[in-house]
């Protein structure tokens, strides 16, 4: 297949010359993060206090009208420098667990305050998947077209196709394979499992193969606090029915760019 993935240029892959929605984009437009309004309101107000503290028993310059803007504004932005920061983190461990499982020589490359995480993973991969690593880092996608006579689909839904990369898929010896999917975060959120089962869902169409087990693995999204998990993986209990509930995903956002009025 002749694959050209997302870039700045077009945020789908393209699949023997056909656009694919990608599965992070469905699940980024249709799924609420509830989580993330409380986090980012606790960040903004910390930073609005770290600006406050010096001038505890003093008077604030407020002779100069725009500072309190000022700081309200660098309030405003400390959430997405936090999560920046944080992001290269988890960036770091997980490219290091992606050279481990490609088999790379990683001796000597890795930094001081990854080790324990990236030890932590390790462990768990050396000793939870029996499979040989069949490929990382791989681009699947499943090509879908609703029937005709389908009521509920109209002419512009009948395209269900979408594309990802699932980071690493497992051969095992009774023939079935293992995926897994890395994530850098403070806890594997519901979304994760629908992202599992649309790959579990073009792995299967494209090999002819089931999943025996479908696996998201969670590395810390910043540099963890003493007694804070370095590492969690969690197994889908049924990955067709997270499939389904992708599809719901897909069609919902698919229905999402219909004109409703007029």
Known sequence: ATIVPPSDRHPYYIVNGEKMVRVTKVLGDTQPKPYLVPWAKSVALEKVRAELLPYVGDLIPIEDEGWIDRMIER????????????ADYGTRVHKLLQEYLKG??????????????????????????????????????RKIRVPDGIEWASTTERDMSYAG??????????GTLDIGDWKSAKAIWPEAAEQLGAYAGAVEALTGRTERDCWVMRVPKEQP????????????????????????????????KRKVYG
């Open 75 to 86: 309030a405003s932005k400390r959430p997405d420098e936090v999560r920046d920061a944080a």
């Open 104 to 141: 790379s020589s990683i001796e000597g490359a890795i930094d001081r305050d990854l080790v324990v995480a990236f030890n932590e993973a390790r462990k768990w991969l050396d000793t939870s998947v029996s499979g040989r690593v069949a490929a990382v880092e791989q681009t699947v996608w």
């Open 165 to 174: 990369t699932v980071d690493v898929v497992w051969d095992n010896e009774d």
């Open 225 to 256: 606090e003493p007694g804070v998990p370095l590492f969690e993986a969690a197994r889908l209990s049924d990955w067709r029915a997270s499939y389904e509930d992708f599809l719901l995903s897909r069609l919902r956002w698919e229905r999402a």
